[in-house]
């Protein structure tokens, strides 16, 4: 019983502690995510800005980022 008791503690802990880690987690939210530049001659120059705030309560780290 006290080994049962143990694992159901345990458990419940980790629970817990996976809670309260997705409410601390970032959350990325973006403006728009895609940009139409319409028609375009080639060699053109082209660029976006693409805004976007940290919607979570943790610290949002963008480690990298690609354009397509």
């Known amino acids: 019983m006290k080994r049962f008791s143990l694992l159901l503690s345990v458990t419940m802990v980790a629970g817990v502690v996976s ?10 939210a973006f403006e728009s995510s895609t940009k139409d530049f319409g028609k375009i ?12 705030t940290n919607k979570g309560t943790g610290t949002l780290e963008i480690h990298s980022a690609e354009g397509s």
Do not use: C
């Open 41 to 52: 001659t080639q060699g053109q120059v082209l660029k976006h800005v693409f805004k976007f």
């Open 19 to 28: 809670l309260l880690a997705l409410e601390n987690a970032p959350s990325i």
